[in-house]
């Protein structure tokens, strides 16, 4: 499409923007219902969670196909590249909530409580705590009985998906580096290693969550560890799954002959998601399994 100065794509309408709010409040009713007891809820968030892979898959297939078409432009890759630089930083602050909780539990209300006399006679202030009604804490890793519950080990599966996290950030690296260089079997080859250590990460982790529940006696249950512990791993392996199925698509897309080394911005926000989904995950095994 040829280029004229300041001129700039406009869409025409599309029924997307509506499916999707049909769906988003599909969700979020059948989740209310749910939290209620009311039998319809769970069916009602299948439906809206349906509604809304359909307008995902639709939606962006229409942008693939103005991309592929030549209808875009460098205002309109400039705005993409502001909204992903926007989105990832709405990420950066959703996480930054979760880990102000954890720093602020775990340095500040434990400490403070345990001064004080506000709670149960005997209340130690350690971490990690499980409330009053709480298990009581045994060694990490320790295979845990009624009344206990164990933390789990830095060492084990949390280090081995700290490796594989960073190695994928490298072999994404690399196939970015190939499609610049146009060597497209070279960027095929190392784009699907990514994925591959991607889905590894997830089966590990839930292995890990299986050993956590049968063994630990850890659960989303044990206290405000417990919900601090699983909150923040699971968001986590939700943020590294989406990543895995957006870097599949450009997998897919990639077979078919998309993306010039000079123009191919998906590929590139969707390694700085992956790129963002690692260095969570640096944190996160520091601050939650070795400190």
């Known amino acids: ?23 988003l409040f599909s969700l979020a009713i059948g989740f209310v219902m ?36 030549g209808q875009y432009n460098t205002d309109v890759d400039t705005s993409f590249r502001m909204g992903m630089a926007w989105f990832i930083f709405s990420e950066v602050m959703f996480f930054g909530g979760f ?14 409580l345990g001064e004080t006399e506000l709670l149960w006679p005997g209340f130690e202030a350690v971490w990690p705590t499980a409330g009053p009604e709480g298990a009581s804490i045994i060694a990490s890793d320790t ?54 250590l991607g889905v590894l990460f997830l089966v590990l982790q839930a292995s890990e969550y299986h050993h956590a529940y049968s063994e630990l006696g850890l659960t989303l249950g044990t206290g405000v560890y417990g919900a601090t512990f699983f909150m923040l791993t699971g968001f986590h392996g939700f ?31 969707a390694a700085w998601y992956w790129h963002f989904v690692d260095t969570v995950w640096v944190g996160l095994f520091i601050l939650v399994y070795v400190l």
């Open 143 to 196: 295979p845990a009985e009624e009344g206990q519950f164990s933390t789990i080990g830095a060492w084990g599966i949390p280090f081995w998906n700290t490796a594989i996290l960073l190695s994928s950030s490298v072999t994404v690296t690399i196939a970015h580096h190939a499609l610049i260089a146009n060597h497209r079997a070279k960027l095929i080859f190392w784009l699907a290693l990514t994925v591959v």
């Open 239 to 269: 943020h590294v799954t989406i990543g895995a199925i957006m870097l599949t698509v450009i997998w897919f897309r990639c077979i078919r002959g998309h993306f010039k080394p000079e123009r191919h911005f998906a590929f590139e926000a």
């Open 34 to 69: 749910l939290m209620n007891d009311i039998s319809l809820g769970p069916w009602l968030m299948l439906i809206g969670a349906g509604i809304i892979i359909f307008m995902m898959v639709g939606w962006f297939g229409t942008v693939i196909g103005e991309s592929e078409g």
């Open 1 to 23: 499409m040829s280029e004229a100065p300041g001129s700039y794509y406009l869409p025409n309408p599309s029924p997307w923007p509506i499916v999707a709010s049909c769906g």
């Open 99 to 112: 880990f102000g909780a954890l720093f602020y539990v775990r340095n500040l209300a434990v400490p403070w």
